[in-house]
């Protein structure tokens, strides 16, 4: 009982439906069940997040009647303070389907949301979509850490317009 309880109630949750391919519109990065979505740039979950590189990519669900009316795209992410000491400011490159979309530039430390209107012409014909972020500039590898860093990202995905 309590496990079919559970599977409904997650069920349930928006943004983690998954379609008949087994992706989701919206997910958390950190979340292993999402894994197979995150197609590049992404480093080892660590606390509830994941740093990425200076370019990233994921696999993402094409809300219901995006293709008519649009969606919306969002990143949750963060900047950690130390970050910002050495980069000052970063700009972060959205793109759908190879669509640019307007760019957002960072330069306050902590957790931030990025929304981004997504025309329906993107989505004509598809049941998902590949969306990709590039960051500049990146923090290099440096004495403790060997990765280049990009932002820290929590969650991202597509939101049905209305």
Request: proline share 8%.
């Amino acid at each position: 009982m309590r496990r079919t309880l559970a599977a409904l109630l997650l069920f349930a949750m928006p943004g983690c439906r998954q379609s008949r391919s087994g992706l989701a519109e919206y997910i958390q990065v950190a979340d292993e069940r999402f894994a197979p979505q995150l197609l590049a740039g992404f480093y080892p979950a660590e606390q509830g997040w994941r740093w990425t590189g200076s370019r990233f990519a994921m696999a993402l669900r094409v809300p219901k009647r995006a293709d008519k009316n649009g969606a919306g795209l969002i990143l949750r992410y963060s900047m950690p303070e130390k970050a910002l000491e050495t980069r000052r400011q970063i700009t972060i490159s959205p793109s759908v389907q190879g669509t640019a979309l307007p760019a957002e530039k960072c330069a306050v430390p902590g957790l931030r949301e990025m929304k981004r209107d997504v025309p329906p012409r993107v989505f004509a014909g598809r049941e998902e979509v590949t969306v990709e972020f590039t960051i500049e500039p990146v923090q290099p590898p440096g004495d403790t850490d060997r990765r280049e860093l990009g932002i820290i990202v929590h969650a991202a995905g597509l939101q049905r317009n209305k």
